[in-house]
């Protein structure tokens, strides 16, 4: 009895401390306790009942059953004691998990990407910046703007209808993010149309999700656009937010398009990106503006090797930090 007493309060103990304690409302603990309190109260129950039945009986009988009820007894009395090596054993398991596992479980989990998020108008230098940096550091590229223009590209290829937007996330859900030709995909006709399509939540969405993946990938990866660092990667070590006065981006635009054989106004192209910032930072989902702690770099009086080494300063301080 003294035997059964003590192996009852071996297995409540845990239990106490698991139910009170851990807060575990059933655990392995509250298992064992409750089997080893009805295997208790069992044999306390055919003891007694063996013992008053054999007390009415004749003198052999009573011997006899005596002797059964002993042996019956003794195979009842071994199942606690199972019970409590099982208990035991667990508990010398959870003590043995909680005292070496503890380094395991504060130790942070090392970081397999590192992302930079790159914000700004059209023509601040924000893209050929990102550039710069990805192949300075050795990540991924993504202009995210190409994605939308390649949503257009392939309603366009197709003869599709620019307005429908059930058949634009269609379309956003096939695009290949590492197969974007921006030759293709800088033509002035498809940007016009990508503007269309950019608008479409469903689209927004898709690629969204899309471009999130894209920043997961090792060792890093530099995404450049409207909304990375507020929407597409919040949680970016490196937000870059590159701005520059409306005159210095048309005349950059307007170098590009001279260099590049075309034709073009300054003062359309001028007029052309202050509507667009209208356009970009009014709209109601995902508009254009810096992240709360993003970096801002102003790139007017900058070329972009000044840019490139503000940056780099940035980026090299967040991925020591990282490391640590």
Not at 22 to 31: I, P
Not at 74 to 88: D, M, N
Request: proline fraction near 5%; charged fraction near 25%; glycine fraction near 6%.
């Amino acid at each position: 009895m003294f035997r059964l007493l003590a192996s009852f309060a071996v297995v409540a103990i845990p239990y106490a401390i698991e139910r009170f304690g851990l807060r575990v409302r059933f655990g392995l603990f509250a298992l064992l306790f409750w089997l080893f309190v009805c295997q208790f109260v069992l044999i306390l129950a055919v003891d007694t009942l063996l013992q008053d039945f054999a007390a009415s009986l004749p003198e052999w009988l009573e011997q006899a059953i005596t002797t059964v009820g002993s042996y019956v007894i003794i195979t009842f009395g071994i199942t606690p004691l199972i019970t409590l090596v099982l208990a035991a054993a667990y508990l010398i398991f959870a003590l043995g998990q909680w005292a070496f596992g503890r380094d395991e479980k504060d130790r942070p989990t090392p970081q397999t990407h590192f992302t930079i998020a790159i914000d700004g108008p059209a023509a601040s230098g924000k893209g050929t910046l990102a550039r710069r940096i990805a192949e300075a550091y050795g990540f991924h590229h993504l202009d995210t703007g190409l994605t939308y223009r390649a949503v257009a590209k392939a309603l366009m290829d197709q003869n599709m209808p620019l307005d429908d937007e059930f058949l634009a996330e269609k379309a956003a859900r096939t695009i290949d993010l590492t197969k974007l030709d921006r030759s293709v995909l800088s033509a002035h006709d498809v940007g016009e149309a990508a503007s269309k399509v950019a608008v479409m939540p469903a689209v927004r969405r898709a690629l969204v999700a899309m471009q999130h993946s894209f920043a997961e990938r090792p060792p890093g990866a530099v995404l450049d656009g409207r909304d990375i660092g507020t929407v597409v990667c919040p949680d970016a070590p490196v937000k870059l937010y590159i701005t520059a006065s409306p005159e210095a981006r048309a005349q950059r635009r307007y170098a590009e398009i001279k260099s590049g054989g075309g034709s073009a106004k300054y003062d359309e192209i001028l007029e052309d990106l202050t509507r667009r910032d209208a356009r970009d930072m009014g709209r109601t989902d995902s508009p254009l503006k810096p992240a709360a702690d993003a970096h801002l770099l102003d790139t007017t009086e900058m070329d972009i090797e000044t840019a490139f080494l503000s940056a780099k300063t940035l980026i090299d301080q967040a991925l020591a930090k990282n490391k640590h």
